[in-house]
C-alpha cells in the first residue's frame, strides 16, 4: 500500500480529525500543530495566539483509494475558507484556513482546487497555502476528541452538524 500524507487547517483539529479519519483510503487522521516559530507546542501555548501554528491535521492516506485532489477538495467543504483566522466562534491565526503542502505537486493541486472552490463561495477565499515544514502532534487528549466525547457541547453544537453535513455530501468516499 503506498503512502503519501497531507496537512490541512480548517478551524478546530477536533472536526477536522472526525472528517478525514472517516474517508475510505486515510489510514490516520493526526492532529497537531503547524506553520508556527515555537518548537514543540502545547495547546496551551498555541491558544495564545503568539506561536503562529495552526490547528491541523495530517492526514496519511493511500493515494491509489483516494486522490489529494478528493481530500482537497472535502477541505474546502467543510469550512468557511472566505473568513481570515476564524471559524465560526474559534478566532485567532491558530484556527486559519491552510494548506501545507508535501511537494510540488500537491501545491499545484491545492492551488488549482481553490481556484475552482473560488465559484462556489461569495466571498474571497483566505486560505493559505505553505509549504510543509514541521508538525507537532497534538496532546493524547486531543486524539479522537469527537468520538471519545459526543456529548460534550461543543461536539453536540459544532462537531456533529458539521460532521453530518460532510457524510450526507461525500456519503460516496466513506469508510464502510
Not at 475510505?24 to 503562529?52: F, W
Amino acid at each position: 500500500m503506498k503512502r503519501e500524507q497531507a496537512t490541512f487547517g480548517c478551524g478546530c483539529f477536533w472536526c477536522s480529525e472526525a472528517v478525514f479519519a472517516s474517508l475510505k483510503g486515510v489510514i490516520s487522521a493526526e492532529p497537531g500543530y503547524a506553520g508556527g516559530h515555537v518548537p514543540n507546542p502545547t495547546y496551551e501555548q498555541v491558544c495564545t495566539d503568539t506561536t503562529g501554528h495552526a490547528e491541523v491535521v495530517q492526514v496519511t492516506f493511500d493515494p491509489e483509494t483516494i486522490s489529494y485532489e478528493q481530500l482537497v477538495q472535502v477541505f474546502f467543504s467543510v469550512h468557511d475558507p472566505t473568513t481570515l483566522n476564524r471559524q465560526g466562534d474559534d478566532i485567532g491565526t491558530q484556527y486559519r484556513s491552510v494548506i501545507f503542502y508535501h511537494s510540488p505537486e500537491q501545491q499545484q493541486t491545492a492551488e488549482r482546487v481553490r481556484d475552482e472552490a473560488a465559484q462556489l463561495w461569495e466571498g474571497t477565499i483566505v486560505t493559505e497555502i505553505s509549504p510543509m515544514t514541521d508538525f507537532y502532534p497534538a496532546e493524547d487528549y486531543h486524539r479522537d476528541y469527537f468520538a471519545h466525547n459526543p456529548q460534550q457541547a461543543y461536539c453536540k453544537m459544532v462537531i456533529a452538524p458539521k460532521v453530518a453535513k460532510f457524510r450526507s455530501k461525500f456519503a460516496h468516499l466513506l469508510k464502510e
